[in-house]
Nanobody, 124 residues
Framework: HLQFVESGGGSVRPGGSLRLSCAAT??????IGWFRQAPGRGYEGVSC????????DYADSVKGRFTISKDNGKNTVFLQMNNLKPEDTAVYYC???????????????????WGQGTQVTVSS
């Protein structure tokens, strides 16, 4: 049962960039996703990468701004976030994601998937 540790969050101004990291305790065999939870809101899927072919998907709100990538040698998943907006403010989590017909889904594999997350705050 893998554990995931997120890092790289911080406070930035609108238009800024951050690179989040998610280190796994072992080799990642499932599809993997980034999720976030803004204050007073539920969890939202941000991006995912398929375990089958490495294809990716993004929430409409982050398309063109965020990029998910993975370093298999380091068992680490990244989320490059550019042109950040105040509405991106949230705690960000990584977790195994569902796979459907080879494509990843921005839905956690397990309901209790969340680690400690990393806080991202975008404010002027």
């Amino acid at each position: 049962h893998l554990q995931f540790v997120e890092s790289g969050g911080g406070s930035v101004r609108p238009g800024g960039s951050l690179r989040l990291s998610c280190a796994a305790t072992g080799f990642i065999t499932n599809s993997i996703g980034w999720f976030r939870q803004a204050p007073g809101r539920g969890y939202e899927g941000v991006s995912c990468m398929s375990r089958v072919d490495g294809s990716t998907d993004y929430a409409d709100s982050v398309k063109g701004r965020f990029t998910i990538s993975k370093d298999n040698g380091k068992n680490t998943v990244f989320l490059q976030m550019n042109n950040l907006k105040p509405e991106d403010t949230a705690v960000y989590y990584c977790a195994p994601a569902l796979t459907h017909y080879g494509s990843c889904l921005m839905h956690p594999l397990q309901d209790d998937a969340w680690g400690q997350g990393t806080q991202v705050t975008v404010s002027s």
